[in-house]
């Protein structure tokens, strides 16, 4: 999305009493898309030459009530953390207030995905404390399609880690006193 299309929402938000979490990764990407590969300048060296643009642009989102913070990056693999460390440091000496959440995957994830390995052979434990330990978030996040359908028989059916996934998130919370949140669907989309 563009701006345009974040200050729309955000604008409806205001209207009706939400808040948002705002997507704009715009420049960013290399950083926090887990896609594509950390080249070039680190974090800090792009935060140096392009850190007021971007506090600019965030402080354009800012005159919304209703704008919570920002959803920095969606289900990143390890190799992300040190950097999406440097970028939570520099917005929350801006926007104290504000959310930098970092989503993470769910414990069915490969091993490709997580670890940035698809030969390792890690327990999803690790991904979950290296996240701890490296980027120290307010709080953790991560989503879990718990729900899907069984084309064999047409019938839904619970994915058969949804609990366990749940007690990673759970025993982290009450070990680090770091509270958590699970992203669910409200619609369907593919099998889900």
Same mark, same amino acid.
């Given at each position: 999305? !563009?701006? $345009?299309?974040?200050?729309? +929402?955000?604008?409806?938000?205001?209207?009706?009493?939400?808040?948002?979490?705002?997507?704009? /990764?715009?420049?960013?990407?290399?950083? $926090?898309?887990?896609?594509?590969?950390?080249?070039?300048?680190?974090? +800090?060296?792009?935060?140096?030459?392009?850190?007021?643009?971007?506090?600019?642009?965030? =402080?354009?989102?800012?005159?919304?009530?209703?704008?919570?913070?920002?959803? +920095?990056?969606? !289900? %990143?693999?390890?190799?992300?953390? @040190?950097? &999406?460390?440097?970028?939570? =440091?520099? #917005?929350?000496?801006?926007? %104290?207030?504000?959310? #930098?959440?970092?989503?993470?995957? @769910? =414990?069915?994830?490969?091993? !490709? /995905?997580?670890?940035?390995?698809?030969?390792?052979?890690? @327990?999803?434990?690790?991904? &979950?404390?290296?996240?701890?330990?490296? $980027?120290?978030? !307010?709080?953790?996040?991560? =989503?879990?399609? +718990?729900?899907?359908?069984?084309?064999?028989?047409?019938? /839904?059916?619970?994915? @058969?880690?949804?609990?366990?996934?749940?007690?990673?998130?759970?025993?982290?919370?009450?070990?680090?006193?770091? %509270?958590?949140? $699970?992203?669910?669907?409200?619609?369907?989309?593919?099998? #889900?």
């Amino acid at each position: 999305l !563009e701006s $345009v299309e974040y200050h729309k +929402a955000l604008s409806l938000c205001d209207k009706y009493g939400l808040t948002m979490l705002v997507r704009d /990764q715009k420049g960013l990407e290399k950083f $926090v898309v887990k896609e594509l590969g950390i080249t070039g300048e680190s974090a +800090a060296e792009w935060l140096k030459k392009n850190g007021e643009s971007l506090k600019s642009r965030l =402080d354009d989102y800012a005159t919304h009530p209703s704008f919570a913070g920002i959803l +920095a990056a969606d !289900e %990143p693999h390890t190799g992300k953390y @040190p950097e &999406l460390r440097i970028l939570q =440091d520099w #917005f929350k000496k801006y926007y %104290p207030e504000k959310e #930098f959440e970092v989503n993470l995957l @769910p =414990d069915y994830a490969s091993q !490709e /995905q997580l670890f940035n390995d698809e030969k390792g052979n890690y @327990p999803y434990q690790k991904y &979950l404390d290296e996240f701890i330990d490296v $980027v120290q978030p !307010e709080y953790l996040s991560y =989503d879990h399609y +718990a729900l899907i359908i069984n084309h064999e028989t047409g019938e /839904q059916y619970l994915r @058969p880690s949804y609990l366990k996934n749940l007690e990673y998130f759970a025993k982290a919370s009450k070990r680090t006193g770091i %509270p958590f949140k $699970v992203f669910l669907l409200t619609l369907g989309h593919w099998d #889900f």
